[in-house]
């Protein structure tokens, strides 16, 4: 079973930075894809980065380009996303997911193919 806990959540300034954290443990963790969501009160869910195990490959909602980065440490099993000049319309609920398998059917911004998630941090951005 893998479990995924992130971490580095808070309250922040507009402009402000923070670095959240999502480590993965389990016996054996490898997975396809890893990506991080967020779920503001009364919204959907909705993508926001997402990154390739194998090769780094990475995907962004056009909202967050150019201010967030999402990373990965192999070797701590651990993804990062680095969240830079925020805005209040960041703030969230911010959850880690995992996906094991891919198939043709499957997209980055959904959240169906990603069957492990993490409970969740708290970004908050003030004004």
């Known amino acids: 079973q893998v479990q995924l806990v992130e971490s580095g959540g808070g309250l922040v300034q507009a402009g402000g930075s923070l670095r959240l954290s999502c480590a993965a443990s389990g016996r054996t963790f490898s997975p396809y894809r890893m990506a991080w969501f967020r779920q503001a009160p009364g919204k959907e869910r909705e993508f926001v980065a997402g990154?390739?195990?194998?090769?780094?490959?990475?995907d962004y909602r056009n909202s967050v380009k150019g201010r967030f980065t999402i990373s990965r440490d192999n070797a701590k099993n651990t993804v990062y996303l680095q969240m830079n000049s925020l805005k209040p319309e960041d703030t969230a609920v911010y959850h880690c997911?995992?996906?094991?398998?891919?198939?043709?059917?499957?997209?980055?911004?959904?959240?169906?193919?990603?069957?492990?998630w993490g409970q969740g941090t708290q970004v908050t951005v003030s004004s």
């Open positions: 990154i390739r195990w194998s090769d780094g490959n990475t």
């Open positions: 997911a995992a996906a094991s398998r891919w198939d043709v059917a499957s997209r980055v911004y959904e959240v169906r193919p990603y069957n492990y």
